[in-house]
C-alpha cells in the first residue's frame, strides 16, 4: 500500500492513535457481529418452529370447518357466523438488541359469549372458534419474529460490510502508515548520528 505522509513525530502520534480507535472499533463491531448472528440464529429456529406450528393449527382448523359444515350445512353455519362479535387489538412496543429495534407484537382478544343458543348446534362450532383463535395468536408470534429476522438480517450485513472495510482498508493502511514513518525517523536517525560522528571525526582533525 502505497503511504504518502510526511515521515514526522507529529504524524506517527496521529497515525498511532488512529490505528489505536480504529482497532478498538473494530473489536466492538466484531463482538456486535458475533451476538448479532447468535440473535439471528435463535430467531430463525423460532420462526421455524413457528411456521410448522402455523401451518399445522390452519390445518386441522379448517379440517375441523369441514367436518362442521357436513354436520350442520354451509347455509346454518354462516348464519351462526354472523352472531361470533369476537374482535381483536394489537398492542406493539420496542425491544432494542445491539441497537436494532425489535418488536413486540401483543394480541388481545375481546369477546362476549355465548354467542349463539347450543341447541341444534354442534359442538365443533365451539372448537372451531377456538382453534381459529389459536392460529390468531400464532400468527401473531410469527409475524413478531419474521419482522425481527429481517431486521437483524440487515443489521447483520451493514456490520459485516464495517467490519470487512476496518479489517481489509483501514487496519492495513494505519499499520502501514506506522511502519513506514517508524522506519523512516529511524533511518533519518540513523543519518543524523552518522553525519553527527563524521563533523566530530573531521573537526579533531
Not at 497515525?15 to 482497532?23: A, G, P
Not at 456486535?32 to 439471528?40: C, S
Not at 438488541?97 to 343458543?117: A, C, F, T
Not at 467490519?163 to 533511518?187: C, G, H, M, Q
Amino acid at each position: 500500500m502505497k503511504i504518502n505522509i510526511a515521515a514526522t513525530k507529529t504524524n506517527l502520534l496521529k497515525s498511532k492513535k488512529l490505528l489505536s480507535l480504529t482497532q478498538e472499533g473494530h473489536d466492538l463491531l466484531d463482538e456486535k457481529r458475533r451476538i448479532l448472528i447468535n440473535e439471528l440464529t435463535s430467531i430463525i429456529h423460532i420462526v421455524d418452529r413457528l411456521q410448522r406450528e402455523v401451518d399445522s393449527a390452519l390445518h386441522q382448523a379448517y379440517s375441523l370447518v369441514d367436518k362442521t359444515v357436513i354436520i350442520m350445512g354451509r347455509k346454518r353455519l354462516e348464519e351462526i357466523s354472523f352472531s361470533i362479535d369476537i374482535k381483536t387489538g394489537l398492542s406493539i412496543s420496542e425491544r432494542r438488541v445491539m441497537g436494532v429495534s425489535l418488536p413486540v407484537i401483543d394480541m388481545k382478544v375481546r369477546e362476549n359469549p355465548p354467542y349463539y343458543s347450543p341447541h341444534e348446534v354442534s359442538f365443533y362450532v365451539d372448537e372451531v372458534i377456538a382453534r381459529f383463535k389459536e392460529v390468531l395468536k400464532l400468527i401473531t408470534q410469527l409475524a413478531e419474529k419474521k419482522i425481527a429476522l429481517i431486521r437483524i438480517a440487515k443489521e447483520v450485513q451493514k456490520t459485516i460490510r464495517k467490519v470487512n472495510a476496518l479489517e481489509k482498508i483501514y487496519l492495513p493502511f494505519y499499520e502501514d502508515s506506522v511502519k513506514y514513518i517508524t522506519d523512516r525517523l529511524d533511518e533519518d536517525s540513523r543519518e543524523a548520528f552518522s553525519m553527527l560522528k563524521l563533523i566530530k571525526e573531521r573537526i579533531r582533525k
